[in-house]
C-alpha cells in the first residue's frame, strides 16, 4: 500500500495522514524546492543504503543544519520510500500553530519534559510497529552548522533502538552548500545503515555513542564531497531553477538569441 491511499492511523497517538492534503502538499512542495535550489541530490554510491527491506521497522535519523530539513525530509521519503508513510516528531507548540502539519505525518513533542519525553517513545514506538511506515528524526534537537559535531544527540533515538528487538537506524546527513549558481545545492548522503537485531545487546549509552560516531562520520564525509565542489559523485533527485533569475537572465538570453547563439542557463558546469 502507498502513501497516497493509507487509511487513517489505527491509534490516537499517531496522526491521522490525509493522503488529498498529502497529495497536494507534495505537488506545492516540489515547485517550492525547484524555486529554492539548483538541485537536489544523493551521493550516488550511498543512495543503494535506502533500499531498505519492506517489512523491516524504519528511522531515517539526520543532522539538522537548516529550516529547510523537514519539508526536504518529506520529499525525499516519497522519493526514495515511496511505499512508506512518513511521520517525524516537531515540537508540538510549532505544531499548534501549523496544525495541518499533523495530516502530512508531523505528531508534537513537548520538549524538556518527562511526559514529553514518555508520549514521544509510545508514539515512535506506536509508528514503528505499524507497517510500511518510516519515522524520521533529527537527535541533535537544534538547528547545528553541518560541520559542527560536537553537539550531543537527544537521548530519544538511543532509547528506540535499545528498545526495539528488529528494524533499521539509517544515518543521513545534509548540507546546503553555494557552488556556481544563484541558488544553493542541496546535497545528501546515506550512512551505512545499523540493523537493530545485530546490536541486541547495547544498553542506551552504548546506542548513544554508535549512532552518534554513524551519523558524525556520515557527515565528514560528506563534507568532504562538499569541499571538493564537485557534482560527479552525486545523482539528481530534483532539478532545481537555473541561471540568473529575473530581468538580467531574460535580457541575457534576449542578447544571445539576437545574436543568433543559444544562452546556456546555467551559470557553471556542476549537475548539467
Given at each position: 500500500m502507498s502513501p497516497t491511499d493509507?487509511?487513517?492511523?489505527?491509534?490516537?497517538?499517531?496522526?491521522?495522514?490525509?493522503?488529498?492534503?498529502?497529495n497536494g502538499f507534495h505537488a506545492f512542495l516540489g515547485r517550492m524546492l525547484r524555486r529554492s535550489f539548483h538541485t537536489l541530490a544523493g551521493e550516488r554510491e550511498t543512495l543503494a543504503n535506502a533500499n531498505v527491506a519492506a517489512d523491516q521497522p524504519l528511522i531515517v535519523f539526520a543532522n539538522h543544519p537548516s529550516w529547510w530539513d523537514p519539508l526536504v525530509a518529506h520529499?525525499?521519503?516519497?522519493?526514495?520510500?515511496?511505499?512508506?508513510?512518513?511521520?517525524?516528531?516537531?515540537?508540538?507548540e510549532a505544531l499548534d500553530q501549523y496544525r495541518v502539519f499533523a495530516k502530512l505525518g508531523f505528531f508534537g513533542v513537548r520538549l524538556g519534559s518527562p511526559t514529553g519525553s514518555a508520549a514521544f517513545l509510545k508514539t515512535s514506538r506506536t509508528i514503528l510497529a505499524m507497517p510500511g511506515t518510516a519515522l524520521w528524526m533529527t537527535p541533535e534537537g537544534r538547528f547545528v552548522d553541518p560541520r559542527d559535531t560536537e553537539q550531543p544527540l537527544a537521548p530519544g533515538?538511543?532509547?528506540?533502538?535499545?528498545?526495539a528487538e528488529t528494524g533499521?537506524?539509517?544515518?543521513?546527513?545534509?548540507?546546503?552548500?553555494?557552488?556556481?549558481e544563484r541558488l544553493p545545492e542541496c546535497l545528501l548522503r546515506f550512512g551505512e545503515p545499523i540493523l537493530i537485531a545485530e546490536h541486541a545487546g547495547l544498553d542506551k549509552p552504548a546506542w548513544a555513542a554508535r549512532l552518534t560516531a554513524?551519523?558524525?562520520?556520515?557527515?565528514?564525509q560528506l563534507a568532504k564531497r562538499v569541499i571538493a565542489r564537485d557534482a560527479t559523485p552525486f545523482q539528481e533527485l530534483l532539478?532545481?531553477?537555473?541561471?540568473?533569475?529575473?530581468?538580467?537572465?531574460?535580457?541575457?538570453?534576449?542578447?544571445?538569441?539576437?545574436?543568433?547563439?543559444?544562452?546556456?542557463?546555467?551559470h557553471g558546469k556542476q549537475f548539467q
Open positions: 493509507r487509511p487513517a492511523a489505527p491509534s490516537a497517538d499517531v496522526p491521522a495522514v490525509s493522503a488529498f492534503l498529502q520529499y525525499v521519503n516519497r522519493q526514495l520510500f515511496a511505499g512508506r508513510q512518513f511521520y517525524a516528531p516537531i515540537d508540538a533515538l538511543a532509547h528506540l533502538c535499545s528498545r533499521v537506524a539509517l544515518p543521513l546527513a545534509m548540507e546546503f552548500a553555494f557552488w556556481e554513524s551519523l558524525r562520520d556520515n557527515q565528514q532539478r532545481g531553477s537555473q541561471g540568473a533569475g529575473g530581468m538580467y537572465e531574460r535580457l541575457r538570453r534576449l542578447r544571445g538569441w539576437l545574436g543568433g547563439s543559444k544562452v546556456a542557463p546555467q
